[in-house]
């Protein structure tokens, strides 16, 4: 397969050549040449109220079109180095589960999860199912650092990461991007936008993606078991129904049929299983959102989202053949998830000249409704029957915020949000529980005008992350149930945009207070054949600690050439007496992230792009002492830009480094050496080559 890639970049090579002998016919190419003279006003729709990002009282990071498709991003995974003290883990094909600040989950299996990191897609709430979160037509990524208590509630405990799709145009406008790459990779988008007629416009895009992945299964003689097969479509309406009603509707379809197998004895890109694996999600979901302004006092803006979710995750257990084990060791593990869900959100925007308090404070408030229903199967070689579960929970909040303008220069937000929040979980194994509780977080930020370009911040946030239990009916009874985790969040800051808006940067000191930190453990059950099953379940450590700084920028420093960085540094600490963790450092908080970006304008339609993004080493589990090790991965690109089209040569981990997305140390698999326990890791992508091609019409 790489020797077509070889061949077609070749081609590539040659086209560019073409390309710049017709860069002097292109007579809007120059246009396109050099870079603007300030960089744009980022709004971020994330927030309760449409805000500048540079005014936004909180830690928050925005990738914006051109970010993504610089970096050719597909999925969320491709971009999330671009923000400090973010990070993600494996165990999967796509990444799934996101941490902000050290904080997030790693893996489901049995038990039911609440996430600590939410996820939105226009609307559409997909925590806990990132993987299918495809950065198709995207106009913007933002993602929100610290506990979102007043924003979203019980599910965005460490943050919150919000997609925006673009909307529709109001002129016919359309694209059509091609890739090729290695490992037989392949992808296609197609967008057309328009308007259908004076008051009604539309937006469909489609995405396709194909690769072999980067697996070989020496057993089978293939080197497709770790495959992408992945097909996104999105439809918007936009209808402006009257003067003062605008109505949003998307339908949102994702078909993804991936392979998983990544987990081997020996080297982890070289596998001898015999069952291979699966990661398959398909989704169909549903938006409307409106907006009306006819009201004197408020805007009424509602948001209400359906989704249906088939999610099927399964591996080798044994990751070997028949035979390789002694005793008959040879199993499948599989999980098949049927998850509705179904929000609403009703929420009242003060409108100009409706200030409280003297005019001097605008105010919004809300109601929001949340309802899943999860029906799960496992099917496991172990077990006599399959184990069945269904777990619904529901959450009913009441919430609201004033932005008060003090003075001139001084200006307080405070925001509390309650939430009713309960469940009801019955499995096949006689397991019933209905936990219910009272939950609330809020925010209070003060924000300081130190002059035109600058202000500076100091935010006190409280958040939570609802209890539960652990499903597994062999655990004792002192761990059959965990107890929630609230969080206190201290903040200050800084953000500015100076040079006549050339440079924007800001910076972020962060305190966290955790309390009753969710946390998983494990048991190590012996079965009659020797082998070894082990249950996972979530447990409480009495508290932890995390605290850091975030700082970003991005800089025009000349008409040519843009430099963008970030720096994330972080600390954490688990507190339990008498456990093997105390005193250490959390799981999946690296203590340094960080990012540089160059990207330059040689003229005549040429550029190119240099970044790395590099993290510290980090431990593996809350359970094992197994810690990855510190990497940095280089980037490049190097395109030629027309009027309508673009095409473009690019490196994805330029110097082929191996990196550790997940990984296993407190249990041995390999009969070779009597099942000693060592370390087992899944990695991330390797080098990849390709080439892009974009025509806009």
Known sequence: MRLKTVSSLTALVVAIQSANLMAQEQTSAGSNNTQAEEIMTIVVTGSLRDTSLQELPTSVSVIDQQALQQRGATQMEDVIGLTPNVNFAGGSNRARFYQIRGIGERSQFVEPLNPSVGVIVDGIDMSGIA???????????????????????????????????????????GSIETTLADYDTRKLNAVISGPATESVGYRLAVQSVNSDGFTRNDYLKRDDTHNQDELTLRGKIRIDAADDLTV???????NNNNGYDAFSLDDPRRT?????????????????????????????????????????????????YDGFHPYGYSSTDNYIRDRKTATADIRLVSASGAELFNGSTKWVTGIYAYD?????????????????SEYDSQRFA??????????????????LRVEQWQADYKDSEGVDSDPDETLWGGRIALEYLLNSDTIAYGLISRGYKAGGFNSNGTLPEALRTFDTEYMWNYELGLKGDWLNSRLQGQLAFFWQQREDVQIKGSRQVARDDGSTEFIDYTANSAEGHNYGVELEGRWLATSQLTLSGSVGLLQTELKESGASYDGRDQAYAPSYQMMLAALYQHGSGWYSQLDVEAK????????????????????????????DWDISLWAKNLTDKDYIVRGFGAFGNDPRNDYTTEPYYQLGAPRLVGMTAKLDF
Do not use: C
């Not at 949003?248 to 994702?254: G, Q, R, S, Y």
């Open 398 to 415: 009441l919430y609201g915020q004033l932005d008060t303008a003090l003075s001139d220069l001084w200006s307080l937000t405070t925001g």
């Open 272 to 320: 001898i299983s015999d069952q291979p694996g699966h990661d398959r999600q398909k989704t169909t979901a549903f938006a409307i959102a409106t907006d009306y302004t006819g009201f004197n006092a408020f805007d009424l803006q509602t948001n209400v989202s359906v989704s249906d979710a088939d999610l099927e995750y399964g591996y080798d257990e044994d990751w070997t």
């Open 372 to 388: 899943q229903q999860v029906d799960m199967t496992r099917e496991y070689t172990y077990q006599g029957n399959d184990f069945t």
């Open 616 to 643: 510290d080493k980090f431990y593996l589990s809350d359970r094992h002492d197994e810690q990855t090790d510190d990497y940095a991965l280089l980037n490049a690109r190097i395109g030629y830009r027309a009027k």
């Open 131 to 173: 993987d299918g979160a495809s950065l198709l037509d995207v106009e913007q990524v933002e993602v929100f650092r610290g506990p979102q208590g007043t924003l979203y509630g019980a599910n965005a405990l460490a943050g919150l990461i919000n997609v925006k799709s673009n909307d529709p145009s109001d002129e016919f406008e």
């Open 248 to 254: 949003d509707l998307t339908a949102l379809h994702i």
